[in-house]
């Protein structure tokens, strides 16, 4: 028998984890919500926090399967195996991916600042509401897509939407996304490459594969000293997945600035055009902390 | 200045032709209803009867110019000279064409008879009042699209709002959909060519471009004896358009049929492979009366 589930990216991040959970719900016809990878830091508190079950991990679509998409709507970003036929719907925050099938599907993407956003209107929109759980879930979401508001994906609706959801969960919003940005920034434990492969997204733009990794934090203290190691390993990660560049971004959430490591003069040629600012292994760029917004559009047409 | 257009796609139907009109009152944001060609007999008699202001030709972007895309979601099928990036939001009923943007938009595709009925339901769920005469719009459209609820693309959620508009527009549905019909099946003083072309839609599918027109009427004794005629047509046609495949099909909307014209055997071929049948010039496919669900994906699946 077909199973269906609903799964967000590779290398899951909070939204994308949230969202397959609670449009699981919305769906009520028995999609199982699935995560791509294991959970980061910041997703296994919310979970925690918000006594979640912790959805499966699939690394590869299983035979006989259809998948609802979630935060993301093409499949270079999904687990192996899944074709666009065995698509069913897809509910997104990101640019368009290319995606083409034969058949008309469920296809939903607007400007929000999370895919957590979009769901929560979708109850509201049907007339149904949020449980409490839930609640709690889709404001983790756009907390952690927004971090906390701040970064400039955040529209008027997400805060409209967030302070709804704070009503029906009953959270103190500061003091959870205090509690995930502590989460998001223990790196106790961690290797560098994982911390680099934590929140790495691959791109195919003109031809190109471009790999660009983030990691935000509330401080970039434990990193002083690390860039060698870190250069290194980016190295690693192009040669393996064949990348033409490949990109790693520091961001401090507090200060509002991005380490950006430029692996090579290919990388630093791209970000000279893209930011006007060039230099030798790592730059600042101050005011950028989204790499959907401030770093893929500007990567994207500097290629 | 940059103008904002809402636009459908090539050949403009009833469907692409209402939406862009209703969707433009949706934006409340100063966007312009456009078509992207002349408007076919049936739309002509819908704005005559409903006093629908006919909107604007575009047959290429003009310069500073974006647009909100209606009734189609790639730019296969729409007018020359809109990039990707002039694209601020589409609203449509088919299959993904593959479209690939560098930032976020709004895409909205369902699984629907038109899309009319998206439309509609999306002032509901603003909980915004739809106006007499853009219910009246929408309600052509959806009668348009799906042949009076009789084609395999109609759902019950069409049905659904069909009649809630019904009661808006006060509009007698049977009456409405004989007279769209008789204007839609009004060949006098049009040549073979432009009946051929009135309804003409372009593909491309693993590199080959594939034409598929179609014409619905509630008679074809007016064909008797053409078929020739036709099938030079087609050959003209696939010429100047340097397509792999072209074909026609004559839908008899109250037969539930659809004479569908093979120029060649390498027609003939893709024919035999997606519908099990095989023929010479012409055959008659039963129960087909649907180039979205009945002929694109299975011919998709034969090439």
Redesign the interface.
Known sequence: MTKKFVIGHKNPDTDSVVSAIVFSKYLKNGSIPAIAGELNRETRFVLDFLKGKKPKILKKAPVNSQFYLVDHGGLEQSIPGIN?EDILGVVD???????????????????LGSTSTLLAKMFK?KGWKIDKKSAGLLLSGIISDTLNFTSKTTTTEDKKIAKELVIISGINIKELAQKMFDAKSDISGMSIREIVLSDYKEYKHLGKKIGIGVFETVSTTPFKGKDEKILKILGDIKKESKADFVFFGLIDILKKETFFYLLSDKEDGICKKAFGVSGKDVIVLKGITSR??QL??YI??SI
Chains 1, 2 share one sequence.
């Open positions: 666009s925050h990101h640019q368009m991916f290319g995606l083409t099938t034969v058949e008309p599907l469920f296809y939903r993407t607007e400007v929109e959907k917004k893929v559009p994207f047409k």
